[in-house]
């Protein structure tokens, strides 16, 4: 079946690490989304890439980083310059702008 | 700049009764429209979406929305609510042209049997 995996389903963090949230899909998508969803704030935006090797901020860029080196894979780096990292994180992936956006199952981040 | 509001936290009907969840948008240009569904500790579920076209869109599980331009709103409703509909459920929009979809705050629906 095709969809976007995303690894690990729980993380911890401990103060000054950096993790790796792994997302990869087999939908042959060119874009591809990180969001942030904390309680009652709905779904913020992260980065976004359109295409591989090319991506942008979103509207909370900063404390985290990506990487597009292939079309199936959009790894998100949060950093330890990101101070309230606690939170659901969600990728996402489109085939254009009119069609809707294939999420995974998340990755859950806590601080240890 | 686009902008979603759903303006109730939370709507609770019982199971068999109608469901509405509502809707109202802020974007320039002419929208793209999208409802998703969410369960706990899972991503969204895609319900259904508005491009162009009739008012009137239906999408799974039973659903539809009515677009209404005059009214920026994009309603969501269910004729005869499940237990099973008990969820988060989102609305989001993009103007035409732009990469960014913007999402609701997000309403907790509960059916109750």
């Known amino acids: 079946d095709g969809g976007i995996t995303q690894s690990p389903k729980y993380l911890f963090r401990k103060e000054g690490q950096n993790v790796t949230l792994s997302c990869e899909q087999n939908l042959n998508h060119d874009a591809m989304y990180w969001y942030r969803q904390d309680p009652g704030q709905g779904l913020r935006l992260i980065y976004y890439?359109?295409?591989?090797?090319?991506?942008q901020k979103g509207d909370i860029a900063e404390g985290y980083s990506v990487s597009r080196e292939k079309k199936e894979s959009f790894p998100l780096t949060v950093t330890s310059a990101q101070k309230n990292p606690t939170a659901f994180y969600l990728c996402?992936?489109?085939?254009?702008?009119?069609?809707?956006?294939?999420f995974g199952d998340g990755t859950r981040l806590s601080i240890l | 700049a686009q902008s979603v509001a759903q303006p109730e936290d939370q709507v609770n009907v019982a199971e068999g009764n109608p469901l509405t969840v509502k809707c109202t948008y802020s974007v320039s240009g002419n929208p793209y429209l999208f409802w998703y569904v969410q369960y706990p500790n899972r991503g969204l579920q895609f319900l259904l979406k508005?491009?162009?076209?009739?008012?009137l869109v239906k999408g799974s599980y039973g659903f539809e929305a009515e677009f209404n331009k005059s009214q920026t709103s994009f309603h969501l409703k269910k004729p005869s609510a499940l237990v099973s509909d008990s969820a988060l459920y989102f609305c989001?929009?993009?103007?035409?042209?732009?990469?960014?979809?913007?999402f609701g705050a997000g309403t907790t629906v509960t059916v109750r049997a």
């Open positions: 989001a929009v993009r103007g035409s042209g732009d990469y960014k979809l913007s």
């Open positions: 508005y491009i162009t076209g009739d008012n």
């Open positions: 996402a992936s489109s085939p254009g702008d009119r069609q809707p956006q294939h």
């Open positions: 890439s359109q295409i591989v090797n090319d991506f």
